[in-house]
T-cell receptor, first 110, second 114 residues
Framework: GENVEQHPSTLSVQEGDSAVIKCTYS??????FPWYKQELGKRPQLIID?????GEKKDQRIAVTLNKTAKHFSLHITETQPEDSAVYFC?????????FGTGTRLKVLA | DVKVTQSSRYLVKRTGEKVFLECVQD?????MFWYRQDPGLGLRLIYF???????EKGDIPEGYSVSREKKERFSLILESASTNQTSMYLC?????????????FGQGTRLTVV
């Protein structure tokens, strides 16, 4: 069936460094790619999203890139801060479905 | 403010019991989803609904059923709870239509089956 692979499962970076999380999706019908952040004990919340007709999108320290040919999309966080520590989920969506990756636990070390 | 509310934050049920998890959204969203969240497995789709009385199986529907009698309410039913259904359950909703949009999540229900 359809799936989304996400790597790495855990990521530790020093404060101020950049973090990159990568996802690969299987269904070429996917046309919407959101990223969610889940802090401990809280619900996932959208931090950035991109549609299939766009290759890159940026919002302050966060950017997402999409390569439709390779079915890859990535989350880039620059100048990481301790409050960026959380679990991040990518998702690929089409029609009425949302398929999520397995999550990346990001730790920003002060 | 967008609101998705799940009826319980924590539940403890016995093996074999019939369990109802309720989810209500106040945004007039067409789509509603039920996921379970387990460490290392991410968010796995159990069932979704894109309209009242419409439902579709997700990736792991076995042992579950759903009901959507009203647009704002989507219920997940565990017909006969088993210990392997101990998990965090998350409800979500999105606007709907073929161009998908942000999914808003409830606060989650942590279910323990003993």
């Amino acid at each position: 069936g359809e799936n989304v692979e996400q790597h790495p499962s855990t990521l530790s970076v020093q404060e101020g460094d950049s973090a990159v999380i990568k996802c690969t999706y299987s269904d070429s019908a996917s046309n919407y790619f959101p990223w969610y952040k889940q802090e401990l004990g809280k619900r996932p919340q959208l931090i950035i999203d991109i549609r299939s007709n766009v290759g890159e999108k940026k919002d302050q320290r966060i950017a997402v890139t999409l390569n439709k040919t390779a079915k890859h999309f990535s989350l880039h966080i620059t100048e990481t801060q301790p409050e960026d520590s959380a679990v991040y989920f990518c998702a690929a969506s089409w029609a009425y479905k949302y398929i999520f990756g397995t999550g990346t636990r990001l730790k920003v070390l002060a | 403010d967008v609101k998705v509310t799940q009826s319980s934050r924590y539940l403890v049920k016995r093996t074999g019991e019939k369990v109802f998890l309720e989810c209500v959204q106040d945004m007039d969203h067409e789509n509603m989803f039920w996921y379970r969240q387990d460490p290392g497995l991410g968010l796995r789709l159990i069932y979704f609904s894109y309209d009242v009385k419409m439902k579709e199986k997700g990736d792991i529907p076995e042992g579950y059923s759903v009901s959507r009698e009203k647009k704002e309410r989507f219920s997940l039913i565990l017909e006969s709870a088993s210990t392997n259904q101990t998990s965090m359950y998350l409800c979500a909703s999105s606007l709907g239509g073929r161009m998908n949009t942000e999914a808003f999540f409830g606060q989650g229900t942590r279910l323990t089956v003993v």
